[in-house]
């Protein structure tokens, strides 16, 4: 079993990182130690993970970062910059398209779970730009080297890597043993059909070409050049209708952070096309209760998050997707009247019942880094599911994601593939503001599970006054659809004492134990930055369900 740390939360007052890999995080450290700002550490942190955590990121993925810095306080509302790397569906990509293939359901893997051209890439190279403009010095090459060394000269596959190539190889050990896949999945991951042992050295030289083709040619080479060469040229081989047209006339971009108050502090988040909407309503709602009289873990405290969740994810299924294919009313559902007017709807003596939303599994990192200037990152990348459409294009070591799960296909859905269109997105990174600096950077992997933790995190830190680690290492649920679990069920951690969960139970919710620290509940990251009139102190908390560590210095 595993168990949380008893120390306090990381502390440091200079920087801080926290990501779900401790390789990742001592990446990211060191571009802090050389100089680098919080972007800078970013991108060195983002790129190993792409190689470290394979089965939940890949440079075939998608990811949406906010950051904060002062010096965009007179260009960018709030000093914050938001990125939306999520990729649009190609040119061809129609309903009609899978049709004429005989697909009824856009498929969880293979060639036709990939119908969007996947941003990552495109999240890295606007960070390295956006770097360049707060005064970064280092070099390209220098912020991909640990990427590049872990690929080529290996590393030891973690606790996480290792359970999750079981559950793939056993889900998908049949068509993983046809020729089409000889060259990707099977050869680097499962060469002897058997799933990655903790400890291996897994050695990614596909990969290291293709990161060292980045390097060479820049970040474009995904887009326009060898490597979007390659990854197309395999893609249209199998039938799958992305063009070089579509990776060429990609670009990740910029949106507007929204936000809502919440109690002393601003919370903020990406806009639609991502979930962020539902973290913020959630808040929205709690701002007309008094969380702390309520007692941190009583069946109430749980009770109000759950309903609060509930009536959030109402509004989400009915309206998020694309915001230039749909109307979506924003500003109103994130208003002060219509969080009140959702409250009266919770009743403490009993448990709504509401449509089952939809199935939003998901593989996930989020990360967090804080730099000596006060810079402050919230990142998140993501390939959908465990090793996403498990489809890695020939000698490129690229595993591209299965995103296009998020589409429907009934045509009056508002998420309805369609050419062209960003997919409904799980992803959504989030920081708190006080006072218009940043208090809190934080996040989670876990599909549907990502608003819920994320308000487990920030009543904790907010009205309980919780430091990071104890906040992340705090018993967890999870309502609705995850994992492929279906139903509107709420999995709770067995640590939820028995007599929570009963009473729970007889207002009307539908609780069923789960393990004291089980992988369904995401892996969670947070940064608490404590400022005085001269000093700062960060205190930072990793996932003990992770292979994480949060360190500065």
């Not at 009247?337 to 009266?344: C, I, N, S, T, V």
């Not at 997919?423 to 708190?432: A, I, K, V, W």
């Not at 218009?436 to 599909?447: F, V, W």
């Amino acid at each position: 079993m595993i168990v949380p740390s008893q120390h306090v939360s990381p502390m440091s007052c200079r920087a801080m990182v926290t990501s779900p890999h401790y390789l990742a995080t001592e990446a990211g450290l060191a571009i802090l130690r050389k100089g680098g700002n919080a972007l800078e550490s970013a991108i060195a942190i983002a790129s190993v993970l792409a190689v470290v955590y394979p089965h939940m990121c890949s440079l075939g993925g998608d990811a949406f970062w906010l950051l904060y810095s002062d010096q965009f306080l007179h260009s960018h509302s709030l000093g914050l910059k938001a990125l939306n790397a999520s990729g649009r569906s190609g040119k061809n990509v129609s309903r009609e398209y899978l049709a004429e293939h005989k697909v009824t359901s856009i498929p969880e893997s293979g060639y036709l779970a990939c119908l969007t051209v996947p941003g990552m890439v495109s999240a890295l190279e606007k960070a390295f730009i956006t770097s360049r403009d707060m005064g970064g010095t280092l070099s390209w090459r220098e912020l991909l080297e640990d990427a590049l060394y872990y690929a080529e000269e290996g590393m030891a596959v973690s606790s996480s890597l290792s359970t999750h190539s079981r559950n793939f190889l056993f889900l998908h050990a049949k068509e993983y043993r046809e020729a089409k896949f000889a060259g990707g999945m099977s050869k680097i991951f499962f060469p002897e059909n058997v799933p990655l042992s903790m400890g291996k050295i897994l050695r990614q030289k596909d990969l290291a070409r293709s990161l060292s083709l980045l390097i060479e040619e820049g970040p474009r080479s995904f887009y326009e050049g060898t490597l979007s060469q390659r990854i197309v040229d395999d893609l249209k081989q199998h039938g799958n209708p992305l063009t070089a047209e579509d990776f060429a006339t990609y670009q990740a971009s910029f949106v507007n952070p929204i936000s809502v108050p919440y109690r002393d502090t601003l919370a903020c988040n990406l806009p639609p096309n991502t979930q962020g909407m539902a973290s913020l309503e959630i808040l929205n709602i709690l701002n007309n209760f008094d969380v702390e009289s309520l007692g941190h873990g009583t069946a109430d405290y749980y009770h109000l998050l759950i309903e609060a969740t509930k009536l959030a994810f109402v509004d989400r299924d009915k309206y998020l997707a694309d915001p230039d294919c749909s109307d979506i009313p924003l500003r109103s559902l994130l208003s002060r009247d219509y969080g009140r007017e959702l409250a009266k709807d919770i009743d403490f003596s009993r448990a709504q019942n509401y449509a089952d939303g939809i199935d939003l599994s998901g593989d996930t990192v989020w990360f967090g880094v804080v730099d000596a200037h006060g810079n402050a990152v919230s990142w998140i990348q993501s390939l959908c599911y465990d090793f996403g459409s498990g489809i890695i294009p020939k000698d490129t070591g690229i595993i591209l994601h299965n995103r296009s799960i998020c589409f429907s296909m009934n045509a009056s859905h508002p998420n309805c593939l369609a050419p062209q269109k960003l997919p409904f997105h799980t992803l959504n990174p989030g920081l708190l503001l006080q006072k218009g600096r940043p208090l809190l950077i934080y996040g989670t992997m876990g599909g549907q599970g990502q608003p819920q933790t994320q308000t487990a995190l920030v009543t904790r830190i907010v009205d309980f006054a919780m430091l990071p680690q104890e906040a992340i290492d705090q018993p967890r649920w999870l309502y609705g659809q995850a994992f492929g679990k279906g139903g509107s069920a709420i999995q709770m951690e067995e640590r939820i004492a028995p007599e929570i969960r009963d009473e729970l139970a007889q207002r009307g919710h539908s609780i069923s134990a789960v393990g004291p620290y089980d992988d369904l509940m995401g892996h969670a990251g947070a940064i608490l930055v404590k400022k005085s009139e001269q000093d700062s102190v960060y205190y930072g908390g990793s996932d003990p369900r992770s292979d994480g560590q949060a360190l500065g210095f």
